[in-house]
């Protein structure tokens, strides 16, 4: 279930990380009514359009500037209203400010819907009064088919009843202006001549146009005082079929998700697929097959609960420390004082010959302490400075354990594993960074992000090593034993009437492995009693639920512990 549950996370983050732009873009934008304080006085525009829809446009805008601007904005919005795969996108070839040129900066908006041409010198203003724009740019795929646009408009002229085969359904004057236009005139010259010719001077539909050239292959659009953002919306009827365009399988909110190529979008899925598999295959290569756990009725010899549970599992629990303490209370090395609810005491009890009994990995949790002297003793109260030597300690003693494994060469270090683990790092490091989608659309994270769902247990504990022949040896042995002290009464039988002392010896053993409450119910479950309390704790159970049940006095041993920890790691 963990990696079931570990799959279903990184599937989450990598479709928030892949798909936040479209939600970015589903978010209503809080609109301003502010409007911008220049002023077009006079917005002309030619628009010839050629059979195969290619559109060259020259727009002349006259506007009346205060003073403190540095120039105007220019907004194109590269969708198309009546073809969700279409992108209108302007390829703009000259601007200039009073017949010079002017610096241009260009940007997208909106999951790159629109394209914002910032006209204007940053380091400079305009003057004030009249000046002249001039931009000259050209766009594909402006004729549409004839259903495209229809319903109803302002001003509707020229002869109703011819058929249209085609039509020029576009904005002459686009939305995105943040200026009043106290007057605009426009010329589209079309590759047939026009038939019905529909316009609006608004996004109502309700301001009317003044139209010319109905009938002929040059129209002409006049409407005066715009208000800003008002577009001026014309739909040409033409006697020639629609040509051709290009269009793509996914409307323009995904865009910043797929960008605008589909054989760009196939070939990244396809690298998804085989980073999934890359991953995959190397950590099934990494992967160690569990041996054969047969029932064990004792830990593998000289092995500790710490050894253990790391030689099962290659990973320390938050039991590293209570159960070392437990082991050594029950081998009588140190003993157990409990001074307040969180407030314990070991001390040592022996001044050497115990402790030659011990493993080395106890030892020298033992020796960090300074409990492996009679009479020498720590306090886990809670405070700051235990905490911190428990810190230090725990620390010490799993890096004690992982050289006993090698110096025991129970385990080896796998440079395939490492490099396998490290490439896991370095890809999900790099998927996030494609999802940002800075320089890319965010699918550029996708072969990253599945190289990472596929290899995401080459970062689990244990990788970088491999057990030896000898290692999986003791593996089995400590795996058997975990088996025992974990398995139910009625699938491992255990005689605890023959052995009624192996409940309390094997405890600290199922508290390293976590198993506690396992081998606590199978003690109750084996003999109808409450399992007993070790004569090595130094308080009784307190509650009907017997030693290491829900609620017992081990709870405090173990809570004094960890609030040390957390009182040094919050200091």
């Known amino acids: 279930m963990k990696r079931i549950g570990a799959v279903v996370v990184l599937l989450i983050l990598s479709a928030a990380g892949l798909l936040w732009p479209v939600i970015v873009a589903s978010i209503p934008a809080s609109s301003s009514a502010a409007s911008d304080p220049v002023s077009i006085v006079d917005y002309s525009a030619r628009y010839d359009i050629q059979v195969d829809g290619h559109l060259s446009a020259v727009e002349t805008i006259t506007a009346q500037f205060p003073s403190g601007r540095h120039g105007i904005f220019r907004y194109w919005d590269v969708t198309n209203p009546t073809d969700s795969g279409a992108r209108q996108i302007p390829t703009v070839s000259s601007v200039t400010l009073d017949g010079r040129d002017v610096p241009v900066e260009y940007s997208t908006e909106s999951a790159e819907r629109y394209v914002v041409a910032k006209i204007g010198d940053p380091n400079s203003y305009v003057s004030q009064g009249v000046h002249v724009y001039e931009i000259s740019y050209t766009v594909e795929g402006v004729i549409d088919p004839p259903s495209a646009g229809a319903g109803e408009f302002a001003t509707v002229v020229g002869d109703a009843s011819a058929s249209a085969q085609s039509v020029f359904y576009w904005n002459v004057v686009a939305p995105g202006w943040e200026m009043p236009i106290r007057q605009a005139n426009v010329v589209v010259t079309l590759p047939a ?26 129209v002409t659009i006049a409407a005066s005082d715009l208000d800003p ?6 739909r040409i009827g033409m006697n020639l079929p629609a040509p051709a365009r290009d269009t793509l ?19 990244v899925g396809l690298l998804g697929l085989i980073g999934l598999a890359a991953g995959w295959v190397w950590a099934r290569a990494a992967h160690e097959p569990e041996p054969g756990f047969p029932v064990m009725y004792a830990p ?8 253990a549970n790391w030689i099962h599992s290659e990973s320390f629990g938050s039991t590293t420390l209570s159960s070392s303490f437990l082991h050594m209370a029950q081998q009588g090395v140190v003993t157990l004082r409990q001074q307040g609810t969180e407030d314990w005491r070991i001390v040592g009890n022996d001044d050497g010959p115990g402790w030659s009994r011990m493993d080395r990995v106890t030892v020298a949790l033992g020796a960090c302490l300074g409990v492996t002297r009679r009479g020498a003793g720590f306090s886990a109260d809670g405070s700051v400075s235990a905490g911190k030597t428990l810190s230090s300690a725990k620390a010490l003693t799993e ?11 129970l385990v080896v270090s796998s440079k395939f594993e490492y490099l396998g683990a490290c490439l896991v790092v370095l890809a999900f490091v790099l998927a996030i960074v494609g999802f940002v989608g800075w320089l890319a659309p965010t699918m550029a994270g996708v072969p990253f992000a599945a190289f990472v769902i596929g290899g995401r247990a080459l970062t689990r504990p244990g990788t970088g090593t491999r057990r030896t022949a000898r290692g999986r040896e003791v593996w089995s042995r400590a795996g058997g034993f975990r088996r025992l002290l974990s398995t139910p009464s009625s699938v491992d039988r255990f005689d605890f009437s023959a052995r009624a002392d192996m409940y309390t010896a094997f405890v600290p053993y199922a508290v390293g492995f976590g198993v506690a409450e396992q081998w606590a119910k199978k003690f109750r479950d084996a003999t109808g009693t409450e399992p007993p309390t070790p004569t090595w704790y130094p308080v009784t159970a307190g509650t009907s639920h017997g030693f290491l049940g829900s ?3 081990f709870d405090s041993f173990d809570s004094a512990l960890s609030s040390s920890i957390s ?4 200091w």
């Open 399 to 409: 890096a004690e354990c992982k050289a006993w494994g090698r110096d025991e060469h």
């Open 300 to 307: 593998p010899e000289g092995i500790g609960p710490v050894q």
């Open 229 to 234: 953002r008002q577009p001026v919306t014309v």
């Open 249 to 267: 399988p996914w409307s323009s909110s995904f865009d910043k998700v797929l960008g605008r190529s589909p054989a760009v979008a196939t070939l």
């Open 567 to 570: 009182s040094y790691g919050s």
């Open 551 to 553: 609620g017992t006095s």
């Open 193 to 218: 001549p026009s038939g019905r010719v529909e316009c609006s001077a608004d996004d109502r539909n309700a301001q009317p146009c003044a139209v010319g050239g109905e009938g002929t292959d040059v």
